[in-house]
T-cell receptor, first 114, second 115 residues
Framework: QQQVKQSPQSLIVQKGGISIINCAYE??????FPWYQQFPGKGPALLIA?????SEKKEGRFTISFNKSAKQFSLHIMDSQPGDSATYFC?????????????FGQGTILTVHP | GAGVSQSPSNKVTEKGKDVELRCDPI?????LYWYRQSLGQGLEFLIY????????KSGLPSDRFSAERTGGSVSTLTIQRTQQEDSAVYLC?????????????FGSGTRLTVV
């Protein structure tokens, strides 16, 4: 059962544009939502994370928007750059699991054209 | 070491053979996780280690899969009688302590191809 659904599967954006990736979850026990960035041949790296007590978190050009009632969250990349081209994964963690087990979305391949 | 090291980086094996995948976590990290990344899929949780014990091995897909961790450090994931559906990238991650507050550091993975 896929508990975190991510869309789109792939995304092409022009340099300077806004990239938007969406995720939806089903498990209401999820209370921590990180985003990971993965470059080819590398492992995923934590990009930004949010907890449901806030509706938005911004770090530089990256912003997470969170809608608890809709059980949805999204990643916005402002002023997208070719160096942002990577695979992005959303994830979620259940606060009842003490050791930080993550459930990941399927991933979005982002290509930013110069 | 400076990061999580996994070996080999690539492994091609014949169907039915056994394989061992190795993970060297960051020194001092007590929590260690194995995930599997199949083509077009997200990361699938396999097993979690705290020290040398595995409190959660619920993600291991079948009894052909096993893992151990020795000395609170190196971990080995073993797949017996490999099948084509086992082809994937196997990722290891470590964390200073268990819990999401500490974040994961992933290795670069082992790409397993079963032919």
């Amino acid at each position: 059962q896929q508990q975190v659904k991510q869309s789109p599967q792939s995304l092409i954006v022009q340099k300077g544009g806004i990239s938007i990736i969406n995720c939806a979850y089903e498990n209401t026990a999820f209370d921590y939502f990180p985003w990971y960035q993965q470059f080819p041949g590398k492992g995923p790296a934590l990009l930004i994370a949010i907890r449901p007590d806030v509706s938005e978190k911004k770090e530089g050009r990256f912003t997470i928007s969170f809608n608890k009632s809709a059980k949805q969250f999204s990643l916005h990349i402002m002023d997208s750059q070719p160096g942002d081209s990577a695979t992005y994964f959303c994830a979620a963690s259940d606060g009842g699991t003490s050791y930080g087990k993550l459930t990941f979305g399927q991933g979005t391949i982002l290509t930013v054209h110069p | 070491g400076a990061g999580v090291s996994q070996s080999p980086s690539n492994k091609v094996t014949e169907k039915g053979k056994d394989v061992e995948l190795r993970c060297d976590p960051i020194s001092g990290h007590t929590a260690l996780y194995w995930y599997r990344q199949s083509l077009g899929q997200g990361l699938e949780f396999l097993i979690y280690f705290q020290g040398n014990s595995a409190p959660d091995k619920s993600g291991l897909p079948s009894d052909r899969f096993s893992a151990e961790r020795t000395g609170g450090s190196v971990s080995t994931l073993t797949i017996q009688r490999t099948q084509q559906e086992d082809s994937a990238v196997y990722l290891c991650a470590s964390s200073p302590r268990p819990g999401r507050n500490y974040g994961y550091t992933f290795g670069s993975g082992t790409r397993l191809t079963v032919v």
